[in-house]
């Protein structure tokens, strides 16, 4: 995958959160989350790409656009056969009601190297560079605080660990606050949670809990990118879930996934703020334009780009929906 990839990526975020952003605190989610697919499926037929959303908006007869197995990019002669995990809006509920932390994300990476993750639960456990190597999904939450304090130099008070503010976390919020660890409880956006570990300014060190599959899998994206770190599981919720892993290829439920099986290779991430949260700024309009704030990772060189970008409106009319 070419690095000039990875800057035309930022621009398939970035229509998504204009588009999302449109309709911020409207109180309709669906009505944000259709204007973000419309958005980003336009986007990407400007990527000279032959590419395959392995992770997207759901099976063909769920989704019109952006479906799993549907093809993307301009194809032809030339294009580069990737993988792409998307969610053109990541927080719904986030963006719609006007509360932080909403973003539009893309991953990338070549044929094969992202895990097709079936639609059910998965725990996740992932720390930022600082921490890569001291996690361990078999043990305890306590145990593995003590082993993320020690190898971050700091005591487990110090930590700060991002929880979704769900009722299946009553008994991991109790043991984290045994062990003395701070929480912070978010209400949807796992994986702007797990991107969040990794960068020092968010004041968060650690994911832990049970969140959507395919999310698990975009935000091992970014964790490679970052040099973070990340160790995840299937948890399917019933019969018909345990027999789509099943159908997917997945025999061993148990299996505890690192960020490097979920994302193989060489991968690209990209994410633009749709409301303002720990790491990204939200979409702010002015008269004929807006304002956006993303990043974009690579891999393979380990370089993270924070991009700011003005958009005209009267340049740019694709942007003004």
């Not at 204007?35 to 392995?54: E, K, P, S």
């Not at 490679?224 to 027999?243: F, H, K, S, Y």
Request: proline share 3%.
């Amino acid at each position: 995958m070419d690095r000039n990839l990875a800057m035309e990526v930022v621009r398939v975020t970035e229509m998504a959160a204009i588009a999302s952003a449109r309709l911020m605190g409207r109180g309709s989610k669906d009505e944000s989350d259709q204007a973000a697919v419309d958005a980003m499926r336009r986007a990407f037929d400007a990527l000279q790409i032959d590419g395959t959303v392995v992770i997207g908006e759901g099976e063909r007869d769920e989704a019109p656009m952006l479906y799993i197995g549907e093809k993307v990019g301009r194809r032809g002669d030339g294009a580069p056969e990737v993988d792409i995990a998307l969610d053109p809006l990541e927080g719904t509920n986030l963006c719609a009601y006007g509360r932080p932390g909403s973003i539009a994300v893309v991953a990338m990476a070549g044929k094969g190297g992202l895990l097709n993750a079936p639609d059910t639960y998965m725990e996740k456990l992932a720390v930022g560079p600082r921490a890569r190597g001291a996690i361990d999904l078999r043990k305890t939450p306590t145990e593995n605080l003590r082993a993320i304090a020690e190898k971050s130099k700091v005591y487990v008070e110090d930590l700060t660990v991002v929880v979704l503010d769900r009722e299946r976390h009553t008994d991991l919020i109790k043991e984290i606050r045994a062990a003395g660890a701070r929480i912070r409880l978010i209400e949807d956006g796992d994986v702007a949670g797990a991107i969040a570990t990794c960068f020092d300014n968010t004041g968060v060190e650690v994911l832990m809990g049970i969140g959507g599959a395919p999310e698990g899998v975009i935000a091992a994206a970014a964790i490679r990118a970052t040099g973070g770190d990340m160790q995840c599981r299937l948890v399917p919720r019933n019969q018909g879930e345990i027999d789509r892993c099943k159908t997917m290829g997945i025999s061993d439920l148990a299996k505890i996934y690192t960020a490097e099986e979920l994302a193989k290779g060489e991968v690209m991430f990209a994410a633009s703020g749709v409301t303002t949260g720990d790491f990204l700024k939200g979409v702010r309009f002015f008269g004929g334009g807006c304002e956006t704030h993303s990043v974009v990772m690579r891999s393979k060189t380990g370089t993270v780009r924070f991009i700011q970008s003005v958009h005209k409106f009267d340049k740019k009319p694709g942007y003004a929906f």
